[in-house]
């Protein structure tokens, strides 16, 4: 926060101190400001006010002809047109807005704020006259802008705006998709286009093509295509007595408004009714949901259809359950205990087998036998000739 913010707040935290502190007229820390508008638009007016005992806030108006006097708004004035949203708390706060705007919505709108107790009475004049905050609203003739025709289908579409009337100087272009920006020019003219490569589930939706004026012109082109159905898995698996999920979305525009479900069996299509048996379905506009309680491994397993249906038409995908026996997640560890029974297995014979040889090796006493002189008989005969 820079110091301008700082020292903004700071001066906003003293003013409100102040005015929760010892009795203190209205007095205003927001007005409304004045704006420029076109016609079919809206406006918003925004106003604050702080005072002990907090004031009151009200919306006036005086139009632009010379014997128009300033009336009083209220919310849901003008047919509904003016809505009027007002907090109480640490201090006043009030908006006013208005919708789908008018030359006659041209005008003066004044803020008022009082926290004189007498302030609405009808016969005895309030002590301390209420203060005022003023804002003009200016509208003018929404220009003509000649759009596209909206595009269903197609590769290398484009799609264009043609401005004409306008009562204020093109400073360029640009190209939206919901609140994402596709492109921006600066270029002064009174056309602009945007070239969708395919049009599909993901390139549909709705268009904005803006001019960059006083104040800011913009027209739809909406691309609309049939749903475009995914499965969010193809192959989904359960547990015998679990719950099995199965989900299908569409993210292609205008909205789904019907998603149905059904199960294929011999080839033939048998709808699924939300609340019957142990199906449960959710759907919104672009998702839906089949939930399957308490799985049976024999009635349930198979292939599940979804189809989405809007304006345009119809379309779907195949969602195949599979449903697994309770002993099915005991598999994998009973593998591993009869392999290691195996392991075992093989090292005992092994180690029978080899037992007797290691026996006869520790009989010979482990060394071979040391090797004897042969007798001397050579030495035996001379002592035989030497007696006699």
């Known amino acids: 926060m820079g110091a301008a913010g700082a020292t903004g707040l700071v001066l906003l935290g003293a003013l409100l101190c102040a005015g929760r502190g010892a009795s203190g007229a209205a007095g205003f820390i927001k007005s409304p400001l004045s704006q420029k508008k076109l016609t079919e638009d809206s406006v918003e007016l ?6 002990n005992p907090i004031p009151e806030i009200q919306w006036w108006f005086e139009g632009d002809e010379s014997n128009e006097t300033y009336a009083q708004l209220w919310d849901g004035a003008r047919q509904d047109r003016v809505k009027i949203n007002a907090t109480y708390n640490l201090h006043s706060t009030s908006t006013i807005y208005i919708a789908n705007l008018t030359i006659n919505d041209s005008g003066t709108y004044e803020c008022r704020a009082s926290n004189d107790p007498d302030r609405n009475h ?12 003023q804002a003009n609203v200016f509208v003018i003739e929404h220009p003509i802008v000649e759009t596209s025709p909206n595009v269903t289908s197609g590769s290398a579409v484009v799609i264009s705006c043609n401005i004409t009337d306008s009562q204020s100087p093109i400073m360029g272009h640009m190209w939206k998709k919901g609140d994402k920006i596709l492109t921006s020019d600066k270029e002064i003219s009174d056309y602009t286009a ?8 993901d390139s549909s939706g709705v268009y904005e093509c803006i001019f960059e004026t006083n104040p800011p012109v913009s027209r739809t082109v909406y691309v609309t ?96 359950l599979r449903v697994r026996s309770r002993l099915a997640a005991l598999w994998p560890f009973l593998g591993i205990v009869a392999e290691v029974l195996v392991l075992v297995t093989i090292i005992f014979i092994y180690e029978k087998r ?35």
């Not at 925004?46 to 005072?51: K, L, V, Y």
């Not at 009808?122 to 905050?133: A, G, H």
């Not at 945007?194 to 589930?201: A, F, L, Q």
């Not at 080899?354 to 001397?376: I, Q, T, W």
Request: proline residues 6%; contains cysteine.
């Open 122 to 133: 009808l016969s005895k004049s309030p002590k301390v006259k209420w203060i005022r905050s």
């Open 194 to 201: 945007y070239k969708i490569g395919h049009v599909n589930g």
């Open 354 to 388: 080899r037992k007797p040889d290691e026996v006869l090796d520790d009989d010979d006493g482990g060394s071979a036998p040391l090797k004897s002189n042969p007798p001397n008989h050579k030495d035996k005969n001379v002592r035989q000739r030497n007696a006699n």
């Open 46 to 51: 925004h106003c604050e006010a702080i005072g």
């Open 225 to 320: 295509v049939k749903p475009h159905v995914m499965a969010y898995k193809k192959s989904e698996h359960g547990n015998e007595g679990d719950t099995g999920v199965l989900i299908c979305k569409s993210n292609s525009y205008p909205p789904v408004s019907q998603w149905t479900w059904y199960k294929i069996i011999n080839n033939a299509n048998e709808p699924i009714i939300n609340g019957t048996e142990r199906f449960i379905i959710k759907s919104s506009e672009n998702k839906t949901e089949l939930r399957v309680a308490n799985l049976d491994i024999e009635k349930d397993p198979g292939k599940y259809g979804c189809n989405a249906t809007n304006e345009l038409g119809t379309n779907g995908t195949v969602v195949e």
